[in-house]
């Protein structure tokens, strides 16, 4: 099978289960067990955290595991509205992943006024009017580091800088950032960052939260309550052999080739040309034209039911960009966000790579692609 939808999820590594095997009936101890096996579970995890921070250019007390980047961003939108004195204002973009929408929309449900900050056709947050928008009332500013759909990036320092000059709190979903591009909690001067294991060949259910300055520097009340793991942000016991995974798949970021990335681009690059050559006016790939991950290809089939491609395509996985409502299709809230239309999303293919995608896989997938796509359009 050819896999071509990396954006949603990945393949655990092989290194990553075998460095997890131990800690599920091994070393299976509680990590907060004062014995000396909960030792040796303490211990993993406080190699996993430093191996989670060095790859995320943080300190290891400013990394709180969680269940995922849902769950780290929710802590972020739930400790603001426990704040009992607080700014009331919150601006996103309008294109965040439901995980920050629907954390801002319940701010929202309880008095707080929420900013959709709007992007550029070409899927950028439009720093004009983030600059307009964001003001001394601004309590929070979340804005993506890159979109999973489209796989455009922000400019994240930028907007953390907006933010801060305003005196807001800078939350950056960096989820499809991680293992695609350079991700620096340092350089994008944020207070918060939302990350999730599964998407870099680690395990699901695991993820983290980076807390600039740590649990200490919390701003606000503690949403989750129970024992004092994670500094009190995350109680609840240790997921060890989750954790031990995602610290083995950051550290194998860390040990990759330097030039991983730019060989994605360049089979990204070769597929992309050969559909644009093909198809071209019946074809628009979006987000081409601003800074896009190494690994993402959108496309827009004029006129052609990405469905149809979906269950025609021979040996193949990739995506499609609706969501089902009831037995209709809609476009996505990012496709709307560019400006296309509710029906476009019916026409939208989503391609992401894996880190290991050969160009022979390349080949034999845009051609199962092309005739998935003639079959589709005569089906028409
Ligand atoms: N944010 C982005 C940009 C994502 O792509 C995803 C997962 O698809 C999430 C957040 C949610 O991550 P998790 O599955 O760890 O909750």
Not at 63 to 90: D, K, Q, Y
Not at 121 to 149: H, K, M, W
Not at 334 to 347: P, Q, R, Y
């Amino acid at each position: 099978m050819l896999y071509f939808d990396a954006n949603a999820t990945t393949p655990c590594a092989p290194e990553v289960l075998e460095a997890m095997r131990p800690y599920w009936n091994t070393s299976f101890a509680n990590a907060s067990s004062p014995h000396r096996a909960g030792r040796v579970a303490a211990q993993a995890v406080a190699v996993a955290r430093r191996a989670v921070a060095e790859c995320l250019d943080a300190r290891p007390h400013e990394i709180i595991f969680t269940s995922g980047a849902t769950e780290s961003t929710n802590l972020v939108f739930w400790g603001l509205l426990l704040a009992p004195r607080t700014r009331r204002h919150i601006v996103v973009s309008a294109i965040e992943h439901k995980a920050v929408l629907e954390s801002a929309a319940l701010l929202e449900e309880q008095g707080f006024e929420v900013t959709r900050l709007p992007v550029t056709p070409d899927g950028v947050v439009d720093l004009n009017i983030a600059a307009r928008v964001i003001t001394p009332e601004t309590a929070l500013v979340s804005v993506q580091a890159a979109n999973n759909e489209i796989g455009t990036i922000q400019p994240i320092l930028h907007i953390a800088r907006l933010a801060h000059q305003a005196g807001a709190f800078f939350h950056v979903d960096a989820v499809q950032a991680l293992g695609k591009m350079p991700v620096s909690m340092l350089d994008w001067e944020c207070d918060f960052a939302s990350f999730s294991a599964h998407k870099i060949y680690g395990p699901k259910g695991i993820g983290a939260l980076f807390v600039k300055g740590g649990p200490m520097r919390w701003p606000w009340p503690r949403p989750l309550r129970g024992g004092g793991q994670e500094g009190g942000l995350r109680p609840g016991t240790l997921n060890v052999p989750g954790i031990v995974g995602f610290g083995a798949a950051c550290e194998m970021l860390r040990q990759r080739p330097a030039d991983i990335l730019e060989n994605i681009a360049t089979l990204r690059d070769l597929l992309e040309k050969k559909m644009a050559g093909i198809y071209r006016d019946d074809i628009i790939i979006i987000g081409n034209e601003s800074l896009r991950l190494p690994n993402t290809l959108t496309m827009v089939i004029k006129n052609t039911s990405a469905e149809l491609i979906l269950s025609t395509i021979k040996n193949s996985i990739l995506g499609t960009s609706s969501a089902c409502m009831g037995n209709s299709k809609i476009t996505s809230h990012v496709l709307k966000a560019l400006g296309f239309t509710d029906s476009v999303g019916e026409n939208v293919i989503r391609i992401s790579f894996l880190e290991s995608t050969t160009l022979d896989e390349v080949s034999q997938f845009a051609n199962f692609l092309q005739i998935a796509i003639d079959t589709a359009r005569k089906m028409r």
